[in-house]
């Protein structure tokens, strides 16, 4: 059974390694999209590596948070069927809109130094109504007053990385585009160790290697995570488990649009787990490993 499980996961892995070959990084000498597997989903746009740029950093930032958190509101509406949802699923769809219209918004203007700020102040109040929505939803669930199809844990993910965008955004408003190492790997790796999880219980259970390896990689990512202060953790170890997540990422992803993989995953979902892991890796090259 554990060959069985290794064959299936190398076999995952190697696919990924061929499909996302171009998505990992090295040094960027002008800012660009990453591709993604498949022509039907999304491409993440960075800076250039070295760049300094806050309007630079801050074009790219909004693009990625303001997509993350339209995906979240769509997320929020799939996961609150029926009549008894309706008034949450509405606020649901309406936030999806607004943040359409601001990403409309974004890939439309030129970010230069005359209006960065503004721009990042904007979109850290769009995500304001958002994380309240969240935290709504939360507290009625966890009181019994709604029954949705969200895990508890989902929307504390989700209220985490709304406020983390925020933070990244009101930061970079203030011209700072510097990243801090222990910053980055203890966000990222809490985050990374969820969308295993997640990834692992939204699969068919006849998919027990997947989901086992799955389970594994998420352990891994909140070992690293308890141990973020240790001197002996070592960023580029980080790294290599962050590069084998997306290779994994980005098969499952190609299996989920290609129905060769038993789940539910969404193949919106794939894609943006796929994305923010990259968005980590990204992120953890830019700190220089610095401890």
Known sequence: MANARLTRREVIVSTGKVIAGAALFGTHSAAQSIPSPTSNVKQLSLPPIDSLDPAAHSHAENLFWTDIMREHTAFLALLMPGPDLAAQRARAEALQHSFSTQLDRIRSTTTDRSNFAALNQATVESIKPLIEL??????SQNAGKVHTLIWPTFLEHAIHEAQRGSARLARLASGDVTL???????????????????LAHLLDPKEADLIATALDTSAQFKGYRNNVQSKGLRGVQVLTAAEELIDFETAT????????IRSIIPPMLADHV???ALKFVDELKRTAYRT
């Open 134 to 139: 969240k935290q709504s939803i939360l507290d």
């Open 180 to 198: 801090t190492y222990i910053e980055v790997l203890e966000f990222w790796t809490e985050m990374m160790s969820d969308h295993a999880a997640l």
């Open 253 to 260: 992803q190609t299996g989920v649009n290609l129905g060769t």
């Open 274 to 276: 796929r994305r923010e």
